[in-house]
Each structure stands twice: as C-alpha cells, then as structure tokens.
C-alpha cells in the first residue's frame, strides 16, 4: 500500500507530545498529521490478482522491480500545488501502470 498524511504545517516540522498524535493517550487524531492517510492497496481494493510471486500476477513480486512515486502539480512544475500522487512500476523492461479499484460502491481510480 502506498499511503497519503495529508498535514496542517506545511514543510518539515518535528512534531512533540500531543501534536503528534498519541496513541497511548487516545490523542491518536489530535496531532498536526492526518495518521490514517489515504491509502491504495491493491488486494484490498479489489484487484488480487495485480501484486504477487508468480508469472499469474502482473507485478512478479519474486523478480527485481523499480517502484516509482510521482507527486503531480496542477502546472506541472516543482513548485506547482500538488494536486496527485502516482505510482509505477518498472519489471522485466516494461512499465506497468498502477491497478485500479474494482468494488462496487467505489470510483475507478489508480
């Protein structure tokens, strides 16, 4: 799974105490980062049979692979606002393009 936390401060910032979302105090979401995240996975998201050791699974994951992380702007420059966060792999010379959702109730997305 690859996962999103969404936060108030913008840059880096070391969080202290509460404002890092304690769980042993159950101030799990009073901290300045969103600790559940938006998160993607494959299998949970309905598609069993993207990641997995063997030929049947598009991503093999018993050969090497690149993983990439895109983060995408709304201009497409360094400093634009981030709007999207994508992710490819490279196997086997060949780019595979991130899997989509498959269950009912929620949209098609990568």
């Known amino acids: 799974a690859f996962t999103v ?3 108030e401060i913008e840059g880096y910032y070391r969080c202290e105490g509460i404002e890092c ?7 799990r979401y009073d901290g300045v ?14 598609d069993q049979s993207y990641f997995g ?25 360094d400093t ?8 490819i ?3 086997d010379g060949k780019i595979i393009q991130n899997s989509f959702t498959n269950m009912n109730g929620i949209d098609k997305t990568d």
């Open 21 to 27: 979302g304690d769980n042993k105090s159950d101030n």
């Open 5 to 7: 936390h969404p936060c």
């Open 89 to 91: 792999y490279l196997q």
């Open 80 to 87: 634009g606002e981030f709007v999207e966060m994508r992710r």
């Open 53 to 77: 050791p063997g030929a049947q699974f598009t991503v093999d994951s018993t050969k090497p692979m690149t993983v990439v992380t895109q983060f995408l702007t709304d201009d497409g420059t």
């Open 33 to 46: 980062c969103d600790k559940d995240g938006c998160d993607f996975h494959h299998w949970r998201l309905g």
